[in-house]
């Protein structure tokens, strides 16, 4: 059996990030739970490169091949900072390389970070929009966190603490493998029924 593949990226060009911090805390409760090859691309340390392209195939190859993870990953956890309402402008030329059909179907745990509570419904109206492009499946529960929610770099709000759990319990279900549906053809739904 394939190991499964589980990629996180974080759109923070800062260090220390808490949205690194959101993004790691979801990537390690699945981890905990299923064996998978774990990887966190973090645009700080990407970001040398990456803007100089407009074009997948423009890209250095070893930059290439951070897309070709990305694109092939069983599970994405995508994080970002609220930068001006939205999410910021390295995360999104990242996904502009990332090539629209790669993602169809692909589950997906979104995650943000800002400085106040105004912002909370950005995972709703920026994140999902933007990987309903890709005919993504965002799942259900979306984490965003403020400063206050940290304590050195570290979740420490049990509110925040809880939906990481619940992200991460959704993210294992969208994992698992799933039992293929019967449909009872028609002459043997009608006979049940009259059974």
């Not at 502009?96 to 950005?122: C, N, Y």
């Amino acid at each position: 059996m394939t190991k499964l593949s589980i990629v996180g990226v974080s759109g923070s060009l800062s260090r220390p990030s808490r949205t690194s911090v959101l993004v790691s805390s979801v990537l390690d409760g699945v981890a905990r739970q299923r064996e998978a090859a774990v990887q966190l691309f973090d645009l700080h340390e990407l970001s040398t490169g990456f803007f100089g392209a407009g074009f997948y195939d423009k890209l250095p190859r070893h930059h290439q091949q951070v897309i070709d993870h990305i694109e092939a990953a069983d599970l994405l956890v995508v994080g970002t900072p609220v930068y001006r309402g939205s999410y910021s402008g390295a995360f999104k030329h990242l996904f502009d390389l990332v090539r629209h059909d790669r993602l169809k179907a692909k589950p997906i745990v979104l995650t943000a970070t800002g400085g106040s509570q105004l912002h909370g419904l950005m995972t709703e109206h920026q994140l999902r929009p933007l990987f309903g492009f890709f005919g993504a499946l965002t799942l259900p529960t979306t984490v965003y966190a403020i400063e206050s929610d940290f304590t050195d770099y570290a979740v420490s709000n049990p509110a925040i603490r809880s939906r990481i759990e619940q992200a991460t319990e959704e993210a294992l279900h969208a994992l698992a493998p799933r039992r293929p549906v019967i449909v009872p053809s028609s002459a043997a739904a009608a006979a049940a029924a009259n059974a």
